[in-house]
């Protein structure tokens, strides 16, 4: 049998493509109509391949020992899921010896800023290799196109073009495409606008036509003739995944031509205005540091709004004595997210940070003008209104949600109705990130 594969092979009478959703390995003879990518302008800064046990290493320390239970756990589904991939191509060729492994493009492209001004990022693009005896390394064929938004982050050591951010467990057989946000990568030493999902929306689509150019130009692999565009994030992620996806429905052309499917988004702020509100409404954060990522991202996307007021005038005096610290660590970008609120606390003196003592009296009061000022720019931000989605929605989210409360997936589902979003509620019990880890796990299993 492996004789007669063999003689094919040298003869090009077989073609290797990936799995496709009935994990069947099949002949790719269909040609596709690719989108327009002749005038996108990309710059390749790396090239390079990592070993299945490489990339495990990288997303979750060697066995998971620098993670929690929850991610040894992910990284024991992440190798099985390639082993099985591996097993698919083995039983196919009828050879054993294929081994899996990930290629890695960091690429430079052209975008906007939160100004309207052009600006030059990072982004990475992924897709699957196997090795055969006799034939060495060869590029998997994508089942499909993922363009997935990464969570929040402080540290740029988490951003895609590290090679750590924790959404790589959705590679496999497709293509995957994740960029950096502003302010992370190659613009690490820029503000980052966090929670403007309109810009990273915009970033993102161009993120798509530049990673997409970058692998017809340098992979001789083809997108399988039934490839679709998915759009996936969680957190901060699941936001600008939802950003995207309004993108493509109001612009329908470019959702055809991108055979866009569906967006899958996991706890994400749709309503930066209802989440702020409910902050104000709980009295107390789980996550502090996004108090002033919002705060500095809204000033400077807002100037015309905002420009009256001076940054100290958001926070409580409490926080003011801490700013200068706090603004250092988030300039940086050398720790993540835990590490910052932890150190906030303790700088605070408390266990537990209260709203109080993060904003002042004015932001304090939803009637007061800065607080109303403030909440327009949010409202800016809404993607639950304004907008009639045309391809359906799924959210993931769980209601015990300490960080973004669960009410934004359910004002989707109110606005929109259950025809155009799907909700799946993961658990019950368990907070932001337990629900974030749930659904990575999904990703591999392919259980969406």
Not at 132 to 142: E, I, R, V
Not at 164 to 177: F, R, T
Not at 234 to 256: C, F, I, R
Not at 378 to 400: A, E, F, M, N, V
Request: aromatic share 12%.
């Amino acid at each position: 049998m492996y004789y007669l594969f063999l003689l094919l092979w040298i003869a090009g009478g077989i073609s290797l493509v990936s799995c496709s959703d009935d994990n069947d390995i099949e002949e790719n003879g269909s040609e596709i109509q690719d989108p327009l990518v002749d005038d996108v302008e990309v710059k390749v800064l790396k090239d390079k391949s990592y070993t299945v046990e490489e990339m495990a290493d990288m997303l979750f320390g060697a066995d998971g020992a620098n993670n929690d239970e929850s991610f040894a756990d992910l990284r024991q589904q992440f190798l099985a899921h390639n082993d099985e991939m591996a097993k698919e191509i083995e039983d196919k060729v009828g050879s054993n010896g294929v081994a899996m492994s990930y290629r890695s493009i960091e690429y430079l492209y052209t975008s906007v800023d939160q100004h309207g001004e052009p600006v030059e990022l990072s982004s990475m693009v992924w897709w699957g290799q196997y090795w055969l005896p006799f034939f060495g390394w060869n590029d998997l064929d994508p089942n499909n196109i993922y363009l997935v938004e990464h969570f929040t982050i402080t540290s740029n050591d988490e951003c895609p073009t590290s090679s750590k951010a924790k959404e790589q467990v959705s590679l496999g057989d497709n293509l995957v495409i994740m960029p950096d946000y502003i302010g992370y990568g190659y613009t690490r030493n820029r503000l980052h606008p966090y929670l403007n999902h309109e810009v990273c929306a915009q970033n993102s689509i161009d993120a798509l036509y530049a990673g997409y150019k970058i692998f017809l130009e340098n992979s001789d692999a083809k997108l399988e003739g039934d490839w679709g565009l998915y759009v996936l994030g969680a957190s901060q992620g699941g936001g600008n995944a939802l950003a995207v996806h309004k993108y493509l429905d109001t612009h329908p052309w470019m959702a055809e031509s991108w055979r866009f499917q569906y967006s899958y988004c996991c706890a994400g702020p749709y309503s930066p205005e209802l989440t702020m509100r409910k902050y104000l409404e709980w009295g107390k954060m789980s996550y502090p540091c996004v108090i002033p990522m919002v705060v500095k991202s809204m000033l400077d996307s807002y100037p015309n709004i905002l420009g009256k007021w001076k940054e100290e005038d958001f926070y409580s005096s409490k926080y003011c004595d801490i700013k200068q610290e706090v603004d250092r660590m988030l300039a940086e970008k050398e720790l993540d997210a835990d590490a910052i609120n932890k150190k906030m606390k303790e700088l605070i003196g408390t266990k537990e940070i209260l709203i109080k003592d993060l904003v002042s009296e004015d932001m304090m009061n939803a009637n007061s003008e800065m607080a109303k000022a403030f909440f327009e720019c949010l409202k800016k931000q809404d993607l639950t209104t304004g907008w009639t989605p045309k391809h359906l929605i799924k959210l993931y989210h769980g209601k015990s949600d300490d960080v973004v409360p669960y009410e934004n997936a359910t004002l989707l589902v109110d606005n929109f109705g259950k025809g155009k979003v799907d909700l799946f509620n993961s658990s019950v019990g368990g907070g932001h990130i337990f629900t974030c880890v749930k659904w990575y796990g999904t990703l591999m299993v392919n259980n969406w």
